[in-house]
């Protein structure tokens, strides 16, 4: 079945680093792509998403490409602060339903 | 405005009792959501409504589990005879679903642990 795979954490970096959270998708088709954040004591909510090949999704100064050679959805921010401390959830579309990997805590270091 | 609301945050029960949990969506939003997380997992696809019909529920783990919204509003998860396996966030998350799966509202969950 459809599945998202993501790299596994935590993830530690110090403000200002460059981040790259990893993920790659199996799916039948061209599902819909989705990162979604978890920050502490708060709810998921969605960060961006990509609905076909080659688009590519962006928010708060995240971005990630829809690669479908690759089948890839991986998220990047150039500079990242201590307010991105979170756990990301890399996710995809299949029936009406989202389907998520396991998400990867990310900390921020002052 | 109101975001979706889950009741209890928290839940101890003993192995074997019944529990409920309700789900208040944000105010037309017509698709609901359940999921389960466990710890260092994502968030597991249990049942999802449109409207008042379980429109998928292939998720739920066995009959144990069951859900309903009838009347299209609120839902309430219920799981008979709970096993300390169950114990878990369960998250409920509503959306417009106009044209797909629009961006899914999650609440912040109802941690229940069986002991």
């Known amino acids: 079945g459809d599945s998202v795979t993501q790299m596994e954490g935590p993830v530690t970096l110090s403000e200002e680093a460059f981040l790259t959270i990893n993920c790659t998708y199996t799916a039948t088709g061209y599902p819909s792509l989705f990162w979604y954040v978890q920050y502490p004591g708060e709810g998921l909510q969605l960060l961006l998403k990509a609905t076909k090949a080659d688009d590519k999704g962006s928010n708060k100064g995240f971005e990630a490409t829809y690669r479908k050679e690759t089948t890839s959805f991986h998220l990047e921010k150039g500079s990242v602060q201590v307010s991105d401390s979170a756990v990301y959830f890399c996710a995809l579309e299949r029936d009406d339903k989202i389907i998520f990997g396991k998400g990867t805590r990310l900390h921020i270091l002052p | 405005g109101a975001g979706v609301s889950q009741t209890p945050s928290n839940k101890v029960t003993e192995k074997g009792k019944y529990v409920e949990l309700r789900c208040d969506p944000i105010s037309g939003h017509t698709a609901l959501y359940w999921y389960r997380q466990s710890l260092g997992q994502g968030p597991e696809f249990l049942i999802y409504?449109?409207?008042?019909?379980?429109?998928?529920d292939s998720g739920l783990p066995n009959d144990r589990f069951f859900a309903v919204r009838p009347e299209g509003s609120v839902s309430t998860l219920k799981i008979q005879r709970t096993e300390r396996g169950d114990s878990a966030v369960y998250l409920c998350?509503?959306?417009?679903?106009?044209?797909?799966?629009?961006?899914?509202?999650f609440g912040n969950g109802t941690r229940l642990t069986v002991t």
């Open positions: 409504f449109q409207g008042t019909g379980a429109a998928d």
């Open positions: 998350a509503s959306s417009l679903n106009e044209q797909g799966v629009s961006p899914l509202h």
